[in-house]
DNA sequence: AAATTCTTCAACCGCGTTAGT
DNA sequence: AACTAACGCGGTTGAAGAATT
């Protein structure tokens, strides 16, 4: 009916995020948990649209996502889901809670397509282009032994579950955020200036939003952060520094034993006027992966998607 | 070493579905 | 029941890096 959609608005960001973006987001997301997508960017000041969130959070920051190579095993579960299901990513995601029906598309599309295109080809003069689905009875990933595979398809022939096994945890890995950080001082060394240019401008126009509060003192930390021309990969350790500060008597902040100022004399002399919490709930959601939930959901057998999620 | 082509994947777009009024 | 707004999904695009010429 002619809505515009809401990416369409003046003044919403497009592009890659940066960690900032992702730090304020994760921060918020803790605090008031995954959904009413709406309110994010007006809540925490990020220059995105709603939908742009949450497919950031889907996609690349929910808690438990593996990223990287695929095994055998999660091929031939995509394979045979693929057949059984068709494109229904979403579905077929469901059964690998590890990984993003964007990521499963993507791997299709990129890697299981021309394998399972030139397996046939191989055997049987099988193409790609004359429109039918190829079967998973026609190509076994290396390393998939036919036993696990048989486990498989038994147990993937259980009714599709109502909901993704994906629980209320959000917890994230540290890893995740370090890569991403990573990844933004890498392109930083670019464009470092303008880009932190035009956060500041858009900061300042956010900066008295209540529920913000967090995220603005995450912000702030990482303006300072880039002005000071930390233009270096932050490491695993350095984000540990960042996490490192912990409630004291008296409703002050200070440093743990371990720690040591992460952003410089001038913001810590900032931060001691400031008696926000520094990530305080970014920490406490990191450090609860170290309780084992994530781990222990993840590393589930290789029959963990049946009788556990019905 | 430079230019070109290929590959990958994060992000966007549009549409269908669902929930709220 | 009808309408609107928000959410979620699948298809597609485009930028960046890798590989090739």
């Not at 995450?218 to 990969?233: I, L, P, Y």
């Amino acid at each position: 009916m002619g809505r515009p959609p809401c990416c369409d608005k003046v003044g919403i960001k497009k592009g890659p995020w940066t960690p900032e973006e992702d730090i304020i987001l994760v921060s918020y997301i803790q605090q008031h948990g995954p959904g009413n997508w709406r309110s994010v960017p007006s809540n925490t000041g990020l220059m995105r649209c709603s939908k742009s969130c949450r497919l950031r959070w889907t996609n690349y920051l929910r808690p438990g996502i593996k990223r990287g190579n695929f095994t055998p095993h999660e091929e031939g579960i995509i394979i045979h889901l693929q057949s059984m299901l068709g494109n229904k990513w979403a579905a077929i995601a469901s059964y690998l809670p590890q990984r993003t029906d964007n990521d499963i598309k993507n791997y299709w599309n990129t890697h299981l397509k021309k394998k399972i295109n030139k397996s046939h080809t191989a055997t049987d003069g099988y193409n790609m282009s004359s429109g039918t689905s190829p079967s998973c009875h026609d190509y076994v990933p290396e390393g998939y032994d036919m036993e696990t595979r048989k486990q498989d398809i038994t147990v993937l022939t259980f009714p599709l579950p109502t909901m993704r096994l994906t629980p209320p945890i959000y917890a994230c890995s540290t890893g995740n955020i370090s890569r991403l950080l990573e990844g933004w001082a890498h392109s930083s060394q670019k464009n470092t200036q303008g880009k932190l240019q035009e956060r500041a401008i858009a900061d300042d126009s956010h900066s008295s939003n209540n529920d913000a509060t967090a995220a603005a003192s995450v912000r702030e930390k990482s303006r300072a952060a880039g002005d000071q021309g930390r233009s270096t990969a932050m490491t695993h350790e350095d984000l540990g520094t960042l996490l490192s500060f912990e409630k004291v008597s008296g409703g002050s902040w200070e440093k743990t034993a371990a720690g040591k100022a992460p952003f410089g004399d001038a913001e810590a002399k900032q931060g001691g006027e400031n008696h926000q919490p520094p990530l305080s709930l970014l920490e406490k959601w990191l450090f609860d992966e170290a309780s084992g939930q994530v781990d222990e959901l993840m590393d589930l057998p290789v029959d963990c998607c049946s009788l556990s999620m019905f």
